[in-house]
C-alpha cells in the first residue's frame, strides 16, 4: 500500500468535509492518502476536446479534467451533482451510506406564510416547482452559491424562507433551530449520497474503493439515476426521485415525479416491486411517466433549458 492515492475535491466546506470523510475511512483500511482541492481547470491540454470526453456537469467537470491529466486519482462528489453519463475513461468506484434525502425549509421563526403569501428562495428547478405545485399564490427567488453562501443570503434578505438539503446542513454543523421537514418534497435523484469516482484502469484504487461502497445505497442511487437518465433530464430539471429498500419484506418502493417549471403539471410515478426486479425499476418509471404525458413536457423543458 505504497502509494498515495489523491483525493481531488472542490475547496467549499462541505465538499472538503465529504473528502476528508473517504479519507479517514481509506486511512482506516490501512491506505496513505492526500486531499487535494481543485479550483479550476486551468490551461490542461488533453488530446480531445471537453465535449468529446462526455464531460458535463458544471459541479463536477473540473474535477474530471484533473482526474484525466492525472493530478488526482479520484474525485469526492454529492451524488446528485453528478451527470448520468460519466466520461471516458472515469468510472463509478463507491457510494457511501446515503445520509437524510428530505429537503428541509429554513425559516425566520414564522410560518405564517404558508396559509397566505410569502417569498421563498431555492436555486433548484426542480424545488421551485414542487414548491409552486403545493402553494401556487407563492413566490420563488433564485439562490445560488455554496451551502454556507445560501444560508448567508437567507439571513440578509427579507424572504420567508429557503430550501436546503438536510444532509448538506448536518455535514457541516450549520442546520439552524428553525425549519421544518418538507416530507412531501420529493428530493433530487441521489440526494443524501456521496459517490467517489476514480479511473477505470487503475486497479489498485478501484480495489481500495469497492470496501467502501454501500450496496444498498447504491441500489437505490442507481434506480433513481437510471430513472433521471431514461427521463433524458440533466441534473437541473425538475425532477424527482427516491428509491428505498424494505428489509421486511425484501422490496423496494420507488416515488419519482417530473414537474412543469412553473408547478402547474406534475407527473408522477409511485411503485413497490420485488427486490430481484431493482434492475429496470427507474426504466419502467420513467417510460410509464413519458407515455402518460412526460413526453411533451421533457420537449417544452428542453427547449427552455436550451436558451
Known sequence: MSKVIRIGTRDSELALWQAHTVQNKLNDLGYKTEIVAVKSQGDIILDKPLYELGITGIFTKTLDVAMLAGQVDIAVHSMKDVPTALPQGIVQAAVLERAKSVDILVHK??????????????????????????????????????????????????????????????????????????????????????????????????????????????????IERQFLRTLEGGCSAPIGALAKYNEKDDTIHFNGALYSLDGKQKFEVEKTVPIEEWKKLGFFCAKEILENGGEALMQELRAHLKK
Not at 421551485?128 to 437567507?154: C, F, I
Not at 438539503?165 to 412531501?184: C, F, Q, T, V
Not at 428530493?187 to 470496501?211: I, N, R, S, T, Y
Open 109 to 222: 421563526g414564522n410560518l405564517d406564510f404558508l396559509q397566505t403569501t410569502g417569498t421563498i428562495a431555492s436555486g433548484s428547478l426542480r424545488r421551485k416547482a414542487q414548491w409552486l405545485n403545493k402553494y401556487p399564490t407563492h413566490q420563488v427567488e433564485d439562490l445560488r452559491g455554496n451551502v454556507n453562501t445560501r444560508m448567508q443570503k437567507l439571513k440578509d434578505n427579507d424572504w420567508n424562507g429557503a430550501i436546503f438539503a438536510a444532509a448538506g446542513l448536518e455535514r457541516i454543523n450549520l442546520k439552524p433551530s428553525d425549519y421544518i421537514d418538507l416530507d412531501w418534497m420529493i428530493p433530487a435523484p441521489a440526494q443524501g449520497a456521496v459517490v467517489v469516482v476514480a479511473m477505470q484502469d487503475d486497479a489498485f484504487v478501484l480495489d481500495a474503493l469497492e470496501q467502501l461502497n454501500h450496496l444498498e445505497t447504491e441500489i437505490a442511487t442507481y
